[in-house]
């Protein structure tokens, strides 16, 4: 990608970052939104983290791989552990890059 | 800067020094995928979204064209608005001025401190004191991005480690969905749509397709979320 497109990417990313953000702020007050979508908007977040997570851990170049020998996949274990116990974002990166790592070492 | 007290300080230095690694780790990957420190320093300041710059940085790595990358940061980002709805309830007396600038520092982190500390009846915590908290915050993560990318241009970084605090975030991240059960099985039942799509559809467009179908699905057949 060229600077240019660089910098206009960032200006797109900019302002559809800033919507969500800024929205409610003007919304709110005046205007409630509709119950279906709120309710709606509460499971698009884990639906983003699943979709994110299981394309980033079980795909690979060549193709989905649920076997051991896939080390993003058995290093998520310990970072949904300790994830799950904590809701620590730090604690997930260090545990993640160490498991990492370490099946890095010995694989 | 009149705001910046112990309290202040007190209840933020863990994200700041959080952010550390983490904006180290995306100006690395920023600097893989040919974004120069300057772009970078511009992308922090102006998007401000840690796995949406991560995952922006490598759709752009991956020579995705811009509306795709645009829209799936929209998605990734569209979480925000919870916090919005949240905070403004308590910064609701402020001009739109404060509440425009305000809104430019809502992520996950900042939120969790301003909306702990706003809702505790023995801390008396101010709009003023809120935003100052999280400006130091973005200003952690925007120095870490441009360090990150300065040093990845001089030390030599392992890319699959590196890229793999990315996948812990948004391990991380979907944790804080954990307290309901509905909510784990959305995320699951999006996980395996987006696996079966990713054949036929690239540039995470399998992603963004999975969780418009699992969360429309999910909200009409699993509906309320009772604590």
Redesign the interface.
Known sequence: ?S?E??????????I???????????L??KRQMPH?FE?????????????????????TDSG?DFSFSNI?ML??IP??AV??KT???????????AA??GL?QVM | MKYINAKVLKSIW?VC??YI??GL?CGVLAEK????PI?IG??SI????GS?QF??LAM?GA?CP?PP???T?????????????IL??YI?EKSTIF??L???E?V??TSAVNMTNFEQKDVEWSAEEAITSAYLAHLSWIIATIAGCVLGSVANI?T??VS???????????????WHK???L??????????LL?PFLSN?L??VV??LV???L??MI????DE
Not at chain 2, 73 to 85: E, Q
């Open positions: 990608m600077n497109d660089i910098y206009l990417c960032i200006i797109g990313l900019c559809v970052s800033y919507i969500p953000r800024v929205a409610p702020f003007l709110l007050g279906a309710l709606w908007l509460k499971y698009v977040p884990t639906s983003v983290f699943g979709a994110l997570i299981f394309c980033s851990i079980f795909q989905v993003s290093a998520a970072v949904l994830a799950a809701h620590s974002l730090p604690y997930s990166i260090i545990v993640g890059l990492y790592w890095q | 863990p020094f959080g690694p983490l780790a995928v040919g974004v120069d772009a511009v992308m102006l998007v401000f979204a949406g995952i922006a752009i020579g811009i990358i645009v829209f940061i929209f998605i990734v980002n569209l979480r925000h608005i919870f916090y919005a709805t403004n309830s609701k509440k425009a305000f809104a430019q809502i996950d982190e392992d699959a480690l793999y605090a990315l996948i812990a975030m948004f391990i991380g991240l979907w944790s804080f969905h954990f509905k909510l784990i959305a995320g699951i039942a999006a996980g395996f749509l987006a696996l990713a995470m399998n992603v999975a969780t699992v969360s429309v999910a909200a699993g509906g309320e979320l």
